[in-house]
């Protein structure tokens, strides 16, 4: 198992410019999700899906998210801006009703990117 | 509006003592706690979680407690080890099934052992 896997690792892109984030999980995992790690901020979320085809909240302002199948979420940056550089992880669980119970969530290994 | 804290960004420790890394968290319908550890140019990884019918959960040297009352949660490390060196965060979900399997991260501690 490959488990998650991210890419790139690392990105640099200009203002205005827009790139696609790859996640990928080879775990049959229904439920995945974006994060942003920022310093003294933690993990914040920025989008989840619950199961393939299916959207589940408002997509938050410069991304756009697809859930085509089960395995791949790709996250999308619209029109990059100088605010979204972040370390990006994306994780994937068991939906709950799958699991129940010890039901944590794996992470990819992250791509840092970079808008000047 | 952070609904999970950890107060203490930064911690040290001798090898072989004791760490102590906590976590406080204001949503009552939280149920369900884990603590992650991340090194750099890594993602996180699974540590040990607890539910809340439960104040304590251990795996090896690893405890975790806590206190539903209090809305807190403990991270003890015994002994630590040089390699234990990582970012630790906390991370709570609120487990009813309409939000699937959505988490809420804290800030993050960074703890250092020295040898």
């Known amino acids: 198992n490959a488990g998650v896997t991210q890419t790139p690792k690392f990105h640099i892109l200009k203002t205005g410019q827009s790139m696609t984030l790859q996640c990928a999980q080879d775990?049959?995992?229904?439920?995945m999700s974006w994060y942003r790690q920022d310093p003294g901020m933690g993990l914040r979320l920025i989008y989840y899906s619950a199961a393939a085809g299916t959207t589940d909240k408002e997509v938050p302002n410069g991304y756009n998210v697809s859930r085509l199948n089960t395995e791949d979420f790709p996250l999308r940056l619209v029109s990059a801006a100088p605010s979204q550089t972040s370390v990006y992880l994306c994780?994937?669980?068991?939906?709950?009703?799958?699991?129940?119970?010890?039901?944590?969530?794996?992470f990819g290994p992250g791509t840092r990117l970079t808008v000047l | 509006d952070q609904q999970v804290k950890q107060n203490s960004p930064s911690l040290s420790v001798q090898e072989g003592r004791i760490s102590i890394l906590n976590c406080d968290y204001t949503?009552?319908?939280?149920?369900?706690f884990l603590w992650y550890k991340k090194y750099p140019a890594e993602g996180p990884t699974f540590l040990i979680s607890?539910?809340?019918?439960?104040d304590k959960n251990e795996d090896g040297r690893f405890t975790v407690f806590l206190n539903k009352s209090a809305k807190h949660l403990s991270l003890h490390i015994v002994p630590s080890q040089p390699g234990d060196s990582a970012v630790y965060f906390c991370?709570?979900?609120?487990?009813?099934?309409?939000?699937?399997?959505?988490?809420?991260f804290g800030t993050g501690t960074s703890l250092t052992v020295i040898p």
């Open positions: 607890i539910s809340s019918i439960k």
């Open positions: 775990m049959n995992h229904g439920y």
């Open positions: 994780a994937s669980s068991y939906h709950l009703a799958e699991r129940g119970n010890d039901n944590e969530q794996f």
């Open positions: 991370a709570a979900s609120p487990r009813y099934e309409n939000t699937g399997n959505q988490f809420y």
């Open positions: 949503n009552s319908m939280f149920d369900y």
